[in-house]
């Protein structure tokens, strides 16, 4: 089993930064596909970004394309989430997803693994 804790939520203000990180334990997870994902209150969850076992591919969904930025480090089995120049409307829970395979993926019921989520505001 994998647990995922995710931090580094919080309340900023429009055009500002926060780093989220995610934490694996219980097996390593540099074989897998790690993503973000977020929901917004009153939204379904939605595909944030996702990268590779190997972090050498990130993917992003068009709305954070060029603003946010996913790593990774296998050494110590977690995962980043950069979000720079933030709106109003990136204000949501955030989830750290884990998929065994190493491949990436838009789909949540591809992750088989989920944290608990970490929220962001973003204030305008």
């Known amino acids: 089993q994998v647990q995922l804790v995710e931090s580094g939520g919080g309340l900023v203000q429009a055009g500002g930064s926060l780093r989220l990180s995610c934490v694996a334990s219980g097996r390593t997870v540099s074989t897998y596909a790690m993503g973000w994902f977020r929901q917004a209150p009153g939204k379904e969850r939605e595909f944030v970004a996702a990268i590779r076992w190997s972090g050498a591919g990130q993917y992003y969904s068009d709305s954070v394309k060029g603003r946010f930025t996913i790593s990774r480090d296998n050494a110590k089995n977690t995962v980043y989430l950069q979000m720079a120049s933030l709106k109003p409307q990136d204000t949501a829970v955030y989830y750290c997803?884990?998929?065994?395979?190493?491949?990436?993926?838009?789909?949540?019921?591809?992750?088989?693994?989920w944290g608990q989520g970490t929220q962001v505001i973003v204030s305008s």
């Open positions: 997803a884990a998929r065994e395979m190493g491949s990436v993926s838009k789909i949540e019921s591809n992750y088989g693994y």
